[in-house]
């Protein structure tokens, strides 16, 4: 039985209960920052999985769902993921279900189910092309940035987009009313050159302002005091230090510093790549004193049977990361090799079972969801 997440859950309610008036006017921002600070301090690494609790593999939730419990993370070590991955493309156009096709309304109530239990919440954001009508992928135009700043052709329209993703994030609210803390993730992986907001798109200084409009409308002007601000280069284009920081929007928008890096067949490549990055990011942490983490990871198909001890724990042990996020296990017929967590009977569910067991890495345990 891992007792580890309710433990932290009560010291945290005891910091609020018994605390000084400063303590208990945390903003939910603050109190999470805090929470993951104290993980850090206690040498604890969370485990997170991307769209965890809307399908899996050969299994989605269903349209009339009203219980978030089904999680291939679940079934195979008997644990929830500490940390819950979502992604938000498609707030932005009004539509329904999200890019990934999971309903908002569901995504909405399986965040308030995993604060419930006394998880943690991520969320990324792949908007849609505002040019060009594209997606997110769309590189079609090196203007796109440009014509969403104030001024440009696009900018108001841009700004329904900032308030369609304002309204959901500031909807997730406990039974009381509080609004849950997020980690909030946008622009990510801009070193790459693969969506509209990429390196090749737009200029350093365009791509700062587009964090600083975000982050203006966000919490100026929408009062959104859940959002733990977190910035996240790809981890291939990290040659040196200095790729990091190039287009840093700045300590006073930015809470937590990490990337995104996959792993292919060659698991010395991608031992050094992740080294290389997990070193750049905690130097840069600590200088800026902001939280780091490994905001993407993951072996598609998971090919090694013992990746999970083997490959990744040795690599991330000994830094102080916050959280490891693996990316999503699909659940369409076609794509049943795109998955990156176990689901029973995978060939690493044993391996993941000994990584989950590992005192340094923290799931949350169904016992303590009651």
């Given amino acids: 039985m891992n007792l580890k997440p309710i433990t932290i859950i009560a010291a945290v ?11 208990a006017a945390q903003t939910p921002a603050e109190a999470l920052i805090d929470r993951l600070e104290g993980l850090v301090e206690d040498g604890k690494i969370m485990y997170g999985h991307q769209d965890d609790l809307m399908y899996g593999h050969s299994w989605k939730l269903a349209e009339d769902a009203t219980e978030y419990d089904q999680s291939d993370v679940y079934a195979t070590s008997g644990q929830y993921p500490a940390v819950y ?10 539509w329904k279900e999200n890019l990934d096709k999971n309903n908002f309304d569901h995504m909405r109530a399986s965040v308030i189910a995993h604060h419930k239990r006394g998880g943690i919440v991520t969320f990324s954001w792949h908007p849609r092309n505002p040019l060009t009508g594209g997606d997110a992928w769309d590189v079609t135009s090196d203007q796109v940035v440009a014509s969403i700043l104030p001024g440009g052709e696009k900018h108001d329209y841009f700004m329904t987009w900032l308030s369609n993703a304002s309204d959901f994030l500031g909807s997730l609210k406990t039974d009381d009313g509080e609004l849950i803390p997020v980690i909030w993730r946008p622009w990510h992986e801009h070193t790459g050159s693969w969506f509209w907001w990429g390196q090749r798109l737009c200029t350093t200084e365009q791509y700062k302002a587009l964090w600083q409009m975000t982050y203006d409308y966000m919490v100026k002007e929408r ?9 996240s280069p790809g981890a291939g284009e990290l040659s040196a230090a200095e790729v990091f920081g190039e287009r840093y929007p700045g300590d006073e928008i930015i809470d937590l510093v990490g990337f995104d890096c996959y792993c ?7 031992a050094a790549s992740m080294k290389n990055a997990l070193d750049i990011t905690k130097a840069f942490a600590q200088e800026h004193g902001k939280l780091m983490a490994v905001t993407e990871t993951g072996h598609e198909g998971l090919k090694h049977s013992k990746w999970w001890t083997e490959v990744l724990y040795p690599i991330i042990k000994d830094y102080p990361v916050s959280y490891v996020l693996t990316w999503r296990n699909a659940c369409d017929d076609n794509m049943q090799h795109h998955f990156y967590a176990p689901f029973p ?3 690493s569910e044993d391996d993941f079972k000994a990584f989950a067991a590992l005192d340094k890495i923290m799931f949350l345990s169904f016992t303590n969801l009651q």
Avoid: F, H
């Fill in 13 to 23: 309610a005891a910091l609020v209960s018994c605390g000084s008036p400063k303590e």
């Fill in 264 to 270: 292919n067949t060659d698991y010395d490549r991608y």
């Fill in 85 to 94: 991955g979502l992604d938000l493309g498609g707030i932005e156009m009004g």
């Fill in 345 to 347: 009977g995978q060939e």
């Fill in 223 to 231: 009062g959104l005091d859940n959002l733990v601000w977190a910035y």
